[in-house]
């Protein structure tokens, strides 16, 4: 159908760590970051064009949104309509594909899917790099879930020179990551507020850029040297970097349970135990823990000793955005 354009996006966990803007309208990252694109969470979005609407109606996970929540759709929509010269409202269909009871919808994969799918029905022809700065606009952490496997997001100084670029598709790693899932509420403080305020009261902020640019030289070296325990070890420092930055801000926050701290404890067990696996945790209390594939097994057994199994969720490397015009890919 005309003025039609699908697409599914996956999302991604940052090993270096995205935190804070320079720029709040554009997106602009105070640093770049670096991600993996994961297979088990991924969003499908379909958005169409239609002269007889009054209004955007978005639909989400197959309910209707009311104004206020469609909003920052629109919002989002406007900046494509702009761009390609139109004003006609649009249909949205939105499905996030979440393991159930995960609770973790992610910005990442519903930005980067709402882009690829209005920038189709727009008739606009961007290339990847277009696409991703456009989902930049989105939500900062969209900007990488464009390509699969690691990608870094260049933080640029401008629209056009911020967007992601592929690293390395990781399919010659043997890699996967286990959630842990701590706690499926909304978060407290949104990743948005919270690093608008640790950019702006944390002493500490100034040493997190100044080490997360040594950090992404490091795993980027890991990347290319296929080193797992460099790669784990700068993902985890960094993570722990970021988190220490929001106990220096006014007022003090932290995205930490007692939980995360007994999963982030288990991960250092484990490893004296001569398996190796690292954790990185995001705006939440989840933990997301690194390992090889062929050692994930024995990890998830022995974090079932300490949590659910519904609590413990298996992803693996995942690829770009996939994008259609008609019927489904
Ligand atoms: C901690 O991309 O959700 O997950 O750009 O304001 O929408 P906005 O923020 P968002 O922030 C992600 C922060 C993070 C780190 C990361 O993904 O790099």
Redesign the pocket.
């Known amino acids: 159908m005309a003025n039609t354009g699908k697409a599914r996006a996956y999302t991604n966990i940052?090993l270096i760590?995205?935190?804070g803007k320079k720029d709040d309208d554009l997106?602009l990252p105070m640093n770049s970051?670096l991600?993996l694109t994961l297979d088990a969470f991924y969003t499908e979005t379909t958005v169409h064009f239609d002269e007889t609407l009054k209004e955007d109606q978005f639909y989400l996970n197959q309910t209707l949104q009311n104004p206020t929540q469609t909003k920052k759709t629109t919002r989002f929509l406007d900046l494509v309509r702009h761009e390609a010269g139109i004003t006609t409202p649009a249909i949205i269909e939105s499905t996030n594909y979440v393991p159930t009871a995960a609770g973790l919808a992610s910005?990442?994969s519903g930005f980067a899917a709402l882009a690829g799918a209005a920038s189709l029905a727009s008739g606009l022809e961007l290339d990847l790099q277009a696409l991703s700065c456009l989902a930049r606009r989105g939500?900062?952490?969209?900007t990488r879930s464009i390509y699969g496997g690691f990608v870094e997001w260049q933080m640029g100084s401008n629209d056009l020179d911020s967007y992601g670029v592929p690293i390395d598709d990781a399919s010659s790693w043997d890699l996967a990551m286990l959630f842990v899932v701590v706690n499926q509420k909304e978060k407290v403080i949104s990743?948005?507020d919270g690093?608008k305020q640790t950019v702006a009261t944390s002493p500490f902020y100034s040493g997190w850029l100044e080490s997360t640019a040594k950090d992404l030289i490091t795993i980027k070296e890991a990347i290319k040297e296929h080193d797992f325990q460099k790669l784990g070890e700068t993902m985890e420092s960094n993570g722990l970097k970021?988190h220490a930055t929001m106990l220096g801000a006014t007022p003090p926050f932290t995205y930490w349970e007692p939980d995360s701290i007994q999963a982030m404890q288990f991960v250092a067990e484990l490893r004296q135990e001569g398996i190796p696996c690292y954790f990185t945790m995001?705006?939440g209390p989840n933990v997301k823990v690194l390992c090889h594939k062929s050692d994930l097994p024995k990890i998830k057994a022995k974090f079932a000793t300490i949590f659910q199994e519904t609590q413990l969720i298996t992803a693996y490397p995942g690829p770009g955005i996939q994008l259609s015009k008609g019927d489904f890919y």
């Open positions: 940052a760590k995205y935190w997106i970051s991600s910005s990442a939500s900062g952490s969209a990743s948005r690093m970021m995001d705006a």
